[in-house]
């Protein structure tokens, strides 16, 4: 009775904890990232749990993504809130906090040490990591996959202990759920075969040699002398879930390819998505012990990534991974930690490339999880002696109490778009994403002062507004306004106008005299970038057809300008940047793409 009485009190303390630690997000409104799409433009979800809404959310392929779980989550939430923010990020944040109760339960029956549980789930709640699925309303989608990914764990021990037909079919019923609310549970059935190794030493092969007596002693009363299974018995027990695993695939493949996400091996090459992926684990791993400058888009590099990172990545992953091999024998808890973290990651890791990103914090949600196994249980074992153990309390401690300010900070970050983007600007000046997303809260005001009297200086007006549009888009905002047509500043026409815009304009500038391949690969990159970009902010992606047509125009206007660059250098004719830009502009306005973009 004491014990349940102290496990009751561990779920209070990590409850505060949590609610403590991401207090500021219930002050936040809705961003202009995904936010539109998923809420503030939607009138399905607005619409609350109608049968017409309910019909929607299991048909619809919108966003790329096929979670009928997350819309009907959003619209019983708009069902009673409205449009109130504060009640979405209100649900948000009620599921996280269940799902770090869960975890610390669900660990605890599985391996019968309540203190390096207590340490997983509280790093899991409070994790810096964590901030952009809690805090963004339209990562819904994550936090309600993770609780029916706890609950599968809970049900799956329960299972161990007592086999029947009823409780292996909780064990699938709560992974159906999970991967109908976003499909990162995939590799789910994969993380219970490791489960089988350690703690639960059902495995054949395994056996794993326990860490002390004690531990041996807990680790029994976990898993309750479970009888043991071979490999291949193991495996054919989670046949039924990597059924559904795989046809939560093929629906996620179907999804993407309609909405446009899916990027092509043509745009992205496997090279790059493979050195992208190596350097994502480790920059993950880097951003949980040192966790600064986190924002919510990380460009991907394409083909740009130096070629030193995968290779050094590649080699402390497999340092990394023979160190664990080496020592899981007597610390069995590395492997399975480690192999979770690796493993849980494989859907996001960028070798299936959606969406423009090269990495994002969301993704760690799960898959750190093993990561922080690894650290609860390795502290454990290192301070077996008693002497040791103030030494681990103070340490646990600090973890827990820098997590929680760094948490809170980064959290108030997300109050409203202007602030969002303001910050990952002040991280990364040249996130093309940011600066595009930076400037829609604007879009009114900005509007209306170019409509009402900014004739003298319009571009410096625009840069007043947009604060950090580029020299090139505010000459072709001048010329859009001096053809008096001010509906095609903002999407979906003029982001992609003003990419190939600036690019042309680049083209007479380049360093290389002349040299068309350099802004040729450049405006490749952002024609790429506009495919990606063009759901979020609200515009129409541009297909393989319109790749033709505005390569050919951009060659068409390109290469005289690369010539007259070259002109320039061989006769050293001084020209002004600023007055060839805006006349160079005006002229190259008329190759833009009239309307193979909308």
């Not at 009138?43 to 392929?61: D, E, F």
């Not at 395994?206 to 860490?211: F, Q, V």
């Not at 807990?218 to 071979?230: D, F």
Request: hydrophobic share 45%; with cysteine; aromatic share 12%.
């Amino acid at each position: 009775m004491a014990r349940s009485r102290l496990d009751i009190w561990i779920s209070i303390f990590l409850f505060v904890l949590t609610v403590a630690a991401f207090a500021p997000v219930l002050d936040n409104d809705f961003v202009n990232y995904d936010d539109p799409s998923y809420v503030t433009n939607n009138p399905h979800v607005q619409a609350g749990l109608t049968g017409a809404s309910l019909r929607w959310a299991w048909k619809t392929t919108a966003t790329g993504n096929w979670h009928p779980l997350t819309w009907m989550s959003l619209q019983l939430d708009a069902q009673f809130y409205g449009l109130n923010p504060t009640g979405f990020h209100l649900t948000n944040l009620l599921l996280h906090t269940v799902n770090t109760v869960l975890l610390f339960w669900a660990l605890l029956q599985l391996t019968g040490n309540r203190w390096p549980s207590v340490l997983v789930a509280a790093l899991f709640a409070v994790h810096p990591l964590r901030v952009e699925a809690v805090a963004w309303i339209s990562e819904r989608k994550e936090l309600l996959s993770a609780l029916f990914g706890m609950l599968t764990l809970l049900a799956y021990t329960h299972y161990v202990r007592q086999p029947s037909r009823g409780s292996y079919l909780l064990v699938a019923g709560a992974l159906a759920l999970g991967l109908l609310a976003k499909p990162m549970l995939v590799t789910m059935p994969l993380v219970l075969l490791l489960l089988d190794y350690w703690p639960l030493g059902r495995l054949s092969l395994a056996r794993p040699a326990a860490l002390s007596a004690k531990t041996s002693k807990k680790n029994s009363a976990a898993a309750g002398s479970l009888p043991a299974i071979t490999f291949r018995n193991a495996l054919l027990e989670k046949a039924p879930l990597l059924a559904l695993a795989a046809g939560s695939c093929v629906m996620t493949v179907i999804a993407q390819k309609k909405g446009g996400a899916l990027g092509s091996f043509s745009s992205l090459p496997l090279w790059p998505r493979c050195a992208n992926a190596l350097d994502s684990y480790m920059r993950y791993l880097g951003a949980t012990f040192w966790p600064t400058g986190l924002i919510p888009f990380y460009p991907h590099p394409f083909e740009d990534i130096p070629w030193w990172q995968p290779i050094v990545a590649t080699l402390l992953l497999a340092g990394i991974t023979l160190l664990v091999l080496h020592y899981g024998r007597h610390l069995p808890f590395l492997p399975t930690g480690w192999f979770w973290y690796l493993g849980m990651l494989v859907p996001v890791i960028g070798l299936v490339q959606v969406g423009g990103q090269a990495r994002a914090d969301r993704y760690t949600y799960l898959p750190l999880i093993g990561i922080f196994i690894m650290l609860a249980w390795g502290l454990a074992a290192a301070v077996s002696e008693r002497r040791f153990r103030i030494i681990a309390e103070c340490l646990a401690s600090g973890m827990i109490g820098a997590c929680l300010i760094c948490t809170f900070m980064q959290a108030r970050h997300w109050h409203d778009s202007i602030t969002l983007w303001t910050y990952t600007l002040r991280v990364n000046p040249q996130n093309g994403v940011a600066k595009i997303t930076w400037e829609q809260p604007s879009k009114t005001r900005a509007t209306w002062q170019v409509q009402n009297g900014f004739t003298r200086k319009p571009c410096a007006s625009i840069r007043q507004v947009g604060g950090r549009t580029s020299i090139w888009e505010g000459c072709w905002m001048k010329a859009a306004r001096a053809n008096k047509r001010p509906s095609i500043f903002w999407p979906p026409c003029s982001w992609p106008r003003t990419a190939c815009c600036r690019t042309r304009a680049m083209a007479c500038f380049s360093k290389d005299r002349g040299n068309f391949n350099k802004p040729f690969k450049s405006f490749k990159k952002q024609f790429i970038s506009i495919r990606i970009l063009a759901r979020p902010i609200g515009a129409s992606a541009p297909s393989s057809a319109d790749w033709a047509t505005s390569s050919r125009r951009f060659t068409t206007a390109a290469k005289p300008c690369a010539l007259i660059r070259g002109m320039f250098s061989l006769t050293s004719i001084s020209v002004s940047p600023w007055k060839a830009a805006v006349g160079l502009t005006k002229r190259l306005t008329t190759f833009a793409p009239r309307c193979v973009w909308t």
